[in-house]
């Protein structure tokens, strides 16, 4: 049985960073936290504990010993897990992951935090015992709140070396561990990211109210009351667009997500004046305070690009269930369809290549995006073969696990405590 993970070593005291490092010391273990200066580790942990709402204690905190990498990289020698969370560039991780693998332990797990860079171009010509402990940890933020993490393991790596810290992101840390391939962003931001950026051309082409896209984007189809704009504020728009380079980058050439990777005129015009969501005081929606204290909401309308009162919008009862809203044969639900049967037979295409079944997929948009039902779990609610053939009367070819799913014969993607597989048969469906 393999050891426990007791010693954890964090290399970039960032938000990631620092959110990884609190967790862990919350489950007792011991956690070094590295960062370019001392100074800056120890201000990432003075900031977990204070607040409103501490990420962790005092206590928990003291577990969390700050250093530089310059002085303080030996002393990841005793490390059983080594997470690296530093920028996002490849050069920079191949460099840090060649100094740390001469310094770890034997058997030591090392992990990068990366949602875009392919592990394979990170441990490409590096050592072959590197190559066996090597894996991706995809923490969504903030990790102390966001129960997702996917684990993502390289070609060569030991599948002793997986269990180990599943083991341990699963059990102490609480995380719901979720098996990706080493693909262009994974799972969950491979079919979030593309239902938001497909969702801003097929909103702005519905003709619909900001606040109708996002009322109809919420509850009826099980998403966060958020909506798709609330989102995007909530993202920033500035994180869509490296998204969006990102998966320009490195989607295949065939893939039907290249269709949207630029994001509408309207929005790129937002993005280069700055108004790029909450965190500069305004996206799409901004908080109105007036002298006397009132609080009111105002909507970024995209049509005369000017700022005016939010209405709230009012669905009818055929437009509050996934169901009906599909085929409905009105604005609401022709743009329902719209975005929702591309983000949906996306999905099944991408099975096996994203994950080996559709259980991780589902998983990882309930845990990681706060869907109520992940995409094969909202076909069976919607019904695949009622699904199925509305999407290939509209000449969509119809594959991936749908396909499965209609050569098999069965109805459900689910049955009971089972889920089907790609071979076209029932298996049960793995804990949690």
């Known amino acids: ?66 250093g530089s990498l310059k002085s303080d990289l030996q002393s990841l020698d005793s490390c059983d897990w080594l997470c690296e969370a530093v920028v996002e ?61 996917e684990l993502v393991p390289g070609s060569n790596t030991n599948p002793a070396a997986i269990s180990r810290l599943a083991g341990f992101l699963s059990g102490p840390m609480g995380k719901g561990v979720v098996y990706a391939k080493d693909t262009v962003n994974f799972i969950g931001n491979r079919i979030g990211c593309n239902w938001m950026l497909s969702g801003l051309h097929k909103a702005a082409e519905s003709g619909l109210t900001m606040e109708t896209v996002d009322a109809l984007m919420s509850k009826p189809v099980g998403l966060p009351p958020t909506g798709l704009y609330g989102l995007i504020d909530l993202i920033g728009l500035d994180v869509m667009d490296f998204v969006a380079k990102n998966l320009e980058q490195n989607l295949p050439s065939d893939d ?36 006397s204290g009132e609080k009111s909401m ?61 259980v991780n997929v589902d998983r990882a948009m309930r845990w990681g995006f706060a869907w109520a039902q992940g995409p094969f779990e909202l076909l069976d609610a919607i019904g695949p073969a009622q699904f199925a053939e509305k999407y290939a009367a509209e000449g969509n070819t119809i594959d991936g696990m749908l396909k499965v799913l209609l050569d098999s014969g069965k109805t459900s993607f689910y049955s009971g405590n089972s889920y089907l597989t790609t071979n076209g048969n029932y298996e049960e469906i793995p804990a949690e």
């Not at 370019?36 to 905190?61: D, Y």
């Not at 310094?103 to 010509?125: E, H, M």
């Not at 009012?314 to 983000?343: C, P």
């Open 1 to 66: 049985m393999s050891e426990a993970i007791k010693n954890v070593g964090v290399i970039g005291a960032g938000t990631m960073g620092a959110g990884i490092a609190g967790l862990c010391a919350a489950t007792g273990a011991n956690v070094i936290l590295l960062d370019l200066e001392t100074e800056t580790a120890e201000k990432a942990i003075g900031r977990l504990t204070s607040g409103k709402r501490p990420a962790i204690t005092e206590e928990q905190a003291k577990l969390i010993k700050p």
């Open 89 to 149: 560039d490849v050069d920079i991780k191949r460099d840090l992951f060649t100094k740390l693998e001469a310094i770890r332990k034997d058997n030591s797990v090392l992990t990068t935090n990366t949602s875009g860079i392919p592990l394979r171009d990170i441990y490409k010509d590096m050592p072959e015992r590197m190559q066996k402990d090597i894996a991706v940890t995809h923490f969504f933020n903030p990790v102390h709140m966001m129960k997702l993490v």
């Open 256 to 291: 039907a997500g290249r269709e949207y990777l630029t994001m509408p005129e309207t929005e790129r015009s937002m993005l280069k004046s700055g108004q790029l969501g909450r965190k500069t005081g305004g996206g799409f929606y901004k908080l109105i305070k007036s002298d």
């Open 298 to 358: 105002q909507v970024f309308d995209l049509t005369s690009q000017s700022w005016r009162p939010m209405s709230p919008a009012t669905l009818d009862a055929e437009h509050q269930e996934i169901k009906t809203l599909m085929f409905s044969d009105d604005a609401e639900g022709r743009f329902a369809w719209d975005i929702m049967s591309a983000t949906l037979g996306y999905s099944s295409s991408l099975v096996p290549e994203i994950s080996n079944d559709i």
